[in-house]
């Protein structure tokens, strides 16, 4: 069965950048099984949307208000997103509970947006490096797992992301066996299983080890996912 790209643009890319980079996507598609969704920022997915609409390529977008519209100035709703062609959001990313204050209760209410317009959430989760030294990586990541979800999550409108913070853009990935370990934990943790990704550092040096540990059904990539090359390698992983 194939596995689940996502790449995540974060906060970088370009009209220029998409112009070079469709080609080489296009190519990798024609050769894989695996499920490729790309999550640009907000003001490229409708074009990017009609560059790969005769593509399996799905859209994602980096995050989504909680409530369907309002006077929530500068914010963008999950039913705008679902309007404009978009499959898949990502939410609870690090960077968003760090930088922008998100908790597991605002998370969860944004999960539910997500699935009340008809997309998958990739919901993500993830420890410090101090929990991890700490010997709390499962139980905080478990938990976080847990609060994170509404009672709406099923298997086919929610992914899991286990990202470690500590390894997010850092080049450190954990272990095979932590990895191993955290994805058999959060197999075991809902009641039914959920598609579980890696993300944290993949690179087309390690996707393909990563790739095969047990329940690990896809990567979420942030870098390597704008390297043209090195994405083109993790997606015919
Ligand atoms: C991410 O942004 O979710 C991520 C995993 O980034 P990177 O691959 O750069 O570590």
Redesign the pocket.
């Known amino acids: 069965m194939g596995k689940i790209i996502v790449a ?1 643009w ?1 906060m970088n890319g370009s009209l220029d950048f998409i112009r070079t980079f469709l080609p080489s996507l296009k190519a990798s598609l024609a050769t894989t099984s695996n499920q490729v969704i790309i999550c640009p920022p907000y003001p490229f997915l409708i074009s990017l949307g009609m560059d790969l609409k005769d593509t399996p390529t799905q859209l994602g977008a980096q995050n989504c208000h909680s409530s369907p519209h309002g006077a929530f100035t500068g914010e963008v709703s999950a039913p705008m997103l679902a309007d404009i062609g978009c499959e898949a959001v990502i939410v609870g ?1 690090s ?1 968003r509970r760090t930088q922008f204050e998100e908790n597991d209760a605002l998370v969860n209410a944004k999960v539910s947006a997500v699935h009340a317009a008809g997309m998958t959430a990739i919901v ?1 989760v993830g420890e410090s490096m101090g929990v991890r030294e700490s010997g709390q990586a499962i139980g905080t990541v478990t938990k976080q797992l847990h609060a994170s979800l509404p009672s709406s999550t099923n298997p086919q409108n929610t992914i899991i ?1 286990y ?1 470690p913070i500590w ?4 080049g450190m990935t954990p272990i095979l066996e932590e990895i191993i370990e955290m994805h058999q934990a959060l197999h075991g943790a809902t009641q039914t299983p959920l598609s579980l990704l890696y ?4 690179t087309d040096q390690n996707a393909k080890d990563i790739l095969s540990l047990p329940h690990v059904d896809g990567v ?5 996912s704008l390297k043209i090359e090195s994405f083109q390698k993790i997606v015919g992983s």
Not at 167 to 170: F, H, L, N, V
Request: a negative charge; aromatic letters at 0%.
């Open positions: 995540n974060k990313h960077e993500c992301a990202e390894s997010i853009g850092t993300g944290g550092s993949v979420l990539v942030g870098g390597a």
